[in-house]
């Protein structure tokens, strides 16, 4: 077997049970899709990055770019995105805008992750 192959059945035997569980068991195209589009938001170091520091405190862009070494520009931009995501969540404070965390999801999602490369 070369590298890369897929290891595949020598025969071709459909099993219809276990291929209508499946099909019965499966999200929409629509939940499917905005499941890949989360987990691409994960797919960032620097977002990565950003979410630990909002484990660790509510914070704004000028104290998390410099808790990072990051523009905070660059900081914004990741913001922006997390935001869209509905994982980050902000608030005024005055002059100040506040980022944190949207919800203990977003910890549970990384803390499984954490677990899962350290297996």
């Known amino acids: 077997m070369a590298l890369g192959d897929v290891e595949r059945c020598e025969i071709n035997e459909i099993h219809e049970d276990k291929v209508d569980k499946v099909r019965k068991n499966l999200p929409d195209e629509d939940e499917m899709y905005d499941l890949a ?3 691409k938001v994960f797919g960032d170091s620097s977002r990565i990055k950003i979410l630990f520091a909002l484990f660790e405190e509510e914070i704004c862009v000028c104290d998390l770019s410099k808790a990072l070494n990051m523009t905070q520009s660059a900081v914004s931009h990741q913001l922006k995105i997390l935001k869209q995501a509905r994982l980050v969540r902000c608030k ?11 919800d203990d999801h977003v910890r549970s999602i990384i803390g499984q992750g ?6």
Not at 92 to 102: E, N, S, T
Not at 114 to 119: A, K
């Open 114 to 119: 954490r677990e899962h490369i350290e297996e």
């Open 37 to 39: 589009e989360l987990f």
């Open 92 to 102: 005024r404070d005055k002059k100040q805008v506040i980022y944190f965390l949207a």
